[in-house]
């Protein structure tokens, strides 16, 4: 690799071969940022990035199973089942047993927690204001989506 003084990893001291240059490292740091901006807008309303996803699967189709939570969100239940009770205790979500399957868990959403959706409502577009152009931002899901499906595919 030719560093120039106009490359940003050697203006920044660094050297070619660093983290900077690794792709897995520029999803896992740019994942750590996204993070952090959803924290500062959801930090009002009381929840963690994961908790507003599973709110978001939830506002989409309420009653669904843990496990149906779980495909949707690529997180197993060992995961998910912690951040639901704690979904449960902040009175968001009701965490049942299924009546043809008490070994499943049915995740419904409280009042509150159908209510919870419209103070969240301009939290799309925050994000999309504090990052990329909307067509740039929705061609930038497409690849990751494509690059996630080639991911989960390999062996």
């Not at 203006?11 to 994942?31: H, I, K, M, N, V």
């Amino acid at each position: 690799m030719n560093i120039t003084p106009q490359d940003p990893a050697a203006a920044a001291g660094e050297r070619p071969g660093g983290l900077t240059d690794l792709f897995g490292f520029a999803l896992y740091s740019t994942s750590l940022a996204m993070t952090r901006l959803y924290r500062g807008l959801l930090q009002e309303v009381g929840l963690t990035y994961p908790q507003y996803l599973v709110m978001l699967v939830l506002w989409r189709q309420d009653g669904l199973r843990v496990s149906d939570i779980g495909d949707q969100l690529f997180l197993n239940s060992a995961t998910l089942t912690p951040l639901l009770k704690r979904l449960e205790a902040m009175g968001m979500v009701s965490r049942t047993r299924a009546t043809d399957d008490e070994r499943t868990v049915v995740i419904t959403l409280t009042a509150a927690g159908r209510a919870l959706r419209e103070r969240v409502a301009e939290v799309p577009a925050q994000v999309a204001a504090a990052s990329v152009s909307t067509e740039e931002m929705s061609e930038l899901r497409q690849r990751l989506v494509r690059l996630r499906a080639r991911l989960l595919d390999s062996p």
